[in-house]
């Protein structure tokens, strides 16, 4: 499986989901490093699987980083040729704006560790009820076509899926306990005592909790996406 994966900053990336594509799938990855000048976006016969992953930006800040416009015309692109695509929290955003959704604030920010109410749409993937790691403070209208697969008590829209091959997600089921822990100590002021953020002690304890659950669910939606490309 050929994997191109976009990612928007140097300390994000497609953890668990990245690890689980090599080991079980022994997949080839083609990282773009979008934020930086010399990106190249590959030719979509490059690829079977588009991964996009998080960012600090928001998917509409095509004034402030230009890159955007032309990842969202990709993303467009991979759609409508029937790739598997993958959107993890900023990369659910690009999918959902690419194809025309609005992507507004989040009536609060969510970091931490959050629970999800799962849907269950007939013909789509399962995403089962669990905790699993937040960090946002935007959210996305549903993409026309769009299937809803998951909530949580303060953002509606936590995943959808359109058609066989298209999944977004606002929450982050693919961090491992080392990008975690970068972000509490590396972004502290992030961490104010406000509705819907956690503390750094709160969120370090959820990793033993929470995070295998988690990662296990995002390799279960790797899973799901290789197999439709059998």
């Given at each position: 499986?050929?994997?191109?994966?976009?990612?928007?900053?140097?300390?994000?990336?497609?953890?668990?989901?990245?690890?689980?594509?090599?080991?079980?799938?022994?997949?080839?990855?083609?990282?773009?490093?979008?934020?930086?000048?010399?990106?190249?976006?590959?030719?979509?016969?490059?690829?079977?699987?588009?991964?996009?992953?998080?960012?600090?930006?928001?998917?509409?800040?095509?004034?402030?980083?230009?890159?955007?416009?032309?990842?969202?015309?990709?993303?467009?692109?991979?759609?409508?040729?029937?790739?598997?695509?993958?959107?993890?929290?900023?990369?659910?955003?690009?999918?959902?704006?690419?194809?025309?959704?609005?992507?507004?604030?989040?009536?609060?920010?969510?970091?931490?560790?959050?629970?999800?109410d799962a849907h269950a749409p007939e013909g789509?993937?399962?995403?089962?009820?669990?905790?699993?790691?937040?960090?946002?403070?935007?959210?996305?209208?549903?993409?026309?076509?769009?299937?809803?697969?998951?909530?949580?008590?303060?953002?509606?829209?936590?995943?959808?899926?359109?058609?066989?091959?298209?999944?977004?997600?606002?929450?982050?089921?693919?961090?491992?306990?080392?990008?975690?822990?970068?972000?509490?100590?590396?972004?502290?002021?992030?961490?104010?005592?406000?509705?819907?953020?956690?503390?750094?002690?709160?969120?370090?304890?959820?990793?033993?909790?929470?995070?295998?659950?988690?990662?296990?669910?995002?390799?279960?939606?790797?899973?799901?996406?290789?197999?439709?490309?059998?």
């Amino acid at each position: 499986m050929r994997v191109t994966i976009l990612r928007h900053a140097a300390y994000e990336d497609a953890g668990f989901a990245e690890i689980h594509l090599q080991q079980r799938h022994g997949a080839t990855l083609q990282r773009v490093m979008m934020h930086e000048p010399d990106y190249r976006l590959p030719a979509l016969d490059e690829l079977d699987l588009l991964l996009i992953c998080g960012g600090p930006m928001g998917a509409t800040d095509e004034a402030l980083y230009p890159w955007i416009a032309d990842e969202k015309a990709f993303i467009r692109a991979a759609i409508e040729a029937g790739k598997a695509v993958l959107g993890i929290c900023l990369g659910g955003q690009l999918i959902a704006s690419a194809l025309g959704a609005q992507i507004s604030t989040n009536p609060q920010p969510e970091i931490g560790w959050f629970t999800l109410d799962a849907h269950a749409p007939e013909g789509c993937f399962c995403l089962p009820a669990m905790t699993v790691m937040q960090w946002h403070y935007q959210t996305f209208a549903l993409p026309e076509g769009a299937q809803l697969l998951a909530s949580s008590a303060s953002c509606r829209n936590q995943a959808y899926q359109i058609g066989d091959r298209v999944i977004g997600l606002q929450c982050h089921p693919e961090m491992t306990a080392e990008g975690i822990r970068y972000l509490i100590s590396n972004f502290p002021e992030e961490l104010q005592p406000l509705p819907g953020i956690q503390s750094a002690a709160d969120i370090d304890a959820g990793i033993t909790q929470h995070a295998a659950q988690a990662n296990a669910v995002m390799a279960e939606l790797v899973d799901y996406l290789a197999q439709t490309l059998d």
